[in-house]
């Protein structure tokens, strides 16, 4: 039986600092004992949660955090687990929902959305994602590498603007250039893609290039890359996918 | 050349009312003397923008709003255009950029993210677009239909969780059906499908169903559709994607 009384939160902070978030982000943060993070993503609200108790925590390890979280809100606590972005894209919100299955914890779990990366990324290069978009992460530590390429090669063909999370980490890095590869299969050499480190954080990068040029661009985890769809341009050093009115 | 005291900001509004907004948000519709915004949307942020001028228009006419909006600007006012959700999913952000380079008003236009409708209608439903998803719009106002529909079959066969936005209309009433038939050659009837109107807003209504069942719910413009993948399931009646941790 769900003890309505006791309640998870699920955060999402948004791209970068707390300016980014939503009001609804920031009330259950207020209404929070305890907060629970990576380290980075904390470091972003620190002004917002001084007088919490702060349980940070290392990249890797998801599945005992929220176990934690589980437990401590299950404990009559006031919990919040934090994502950046939304954490129901690549986020907190689905493990959540698993291991409270697993543990058979029923309790309250309130997602509250946050604005994505991808949105955020889009904001700051113009408006590159007008029009039907697929978003893909690189990443293979959870996902078959096989089904990556599937991923990618199809939205190719769709003609889907496309968002790439994940696109390159240190241990990883071919995965960015065969992306590429398929990509100029279907699309131009030319066609406009958005580069951009630490959306809307103070250490903010931004470039816009194109599929030819976009591998001499600086890529890493921390970075969203953005290619357009066959109908993208660029209008005064801003990526722009029209929608399709008649101007 | 640019006059960077001549600002348009492009606001996102989030999918509901003001709680769903961001600061950055909020704080460019306090600086701003001029709210340019379909009446639904001015109408759900009406609390925070009495002491405005109000620029209300109907749908359509989007071209003439945005050109409005920007001459205004050009003429050091200070104008928001506000956009549900995030403008730069289906909203203003491209048509901005589209019309100032048509008129040649060469002002700073700011982006200002938001949460999307995708975003919203997930955190309601659970974590339904945790993993790989495609946006979809299925109006064909200003998209070819069987672009539309090459891009459901593509994103169908990648296994990416599906978002719909504009899933039918009073005129449009077939595609979803078309939509959700595609859909059945690559995923189990059984898949399940979230569907969420108004989310966020006071009228909000959610069904969590199948691909089956799912033309029995009423779907409209207010709408939007999610589609699981093939790993998608049913935790405590919520929808949620697994990302692909072990548990």
């Known amino acids: 039986m769900m003890n309505k009384d006791r ?69 009559s606590k006031k919990v919040a687990i934090v994502s950046s972005g939304d954490p129901g894209v690549y986020g907190m919100a689905g493990i959540i929902y698993e291991v409270a299955e697993r543990e058979n914890i029923d309790i309250e779990i309130k997602v509250i959305p946050g604005v994505t990366a991808a949105s955020a990324a ?52 071919e995965h960015i250039k065969i992306t590429r590869d398929i990509m100029l299969k279907f699309r131009a050499p030319e066609t406009p893609v958005g580069i951009v480190k630490n959306a809307k954080r103070d250490d903010e990068e931004v470039f816009i290039t194109n599929l030819k040029g976009m591998l001499d661009y600086p890529i890493d985890m921390f970075t969203v890359v953005l290619i357009g769809n066959s109908n993208t341009k660029i209008i005064n050093g801003k990526m722009v996918t029209p929608r399709g009115y008649n101007l």
């Open 7 to 75: 309640i998870l939160y699920v955060v999402g902070i948004g791209p970068g600092h707390m300016n980014n978030m939503t009001k609804e982000a920031i009330d259950a943060l207020e209404d929070s004992e305890i907060i629970i993070g990576y380290k980075t993503y904390i470091s972003l609200i620190e002004d917002m949660v001084k007088d919490k108790e702060i349980v940070e925590s290392p990249m890797k390890g998801e599945v005992e955090r929220c176990k934690m979280a589980l437990e401590l809100a299950n404990n």
């Open 122 to 173: 889009a904001s700051i290069l113009g408006a590159p994602l007008m029009h039907d978009f697929a978003i893909i992460s690189l990443s293979d530590l959870l996902t078959d590498w096989e089904l990556i390429k599937r991923r990618v090669q199809l939205a190719a063909e769709g003609d889907f603007a496309i968002c790439l999370y994940n696109p390159k980490s240190k241990k990883r890095v």
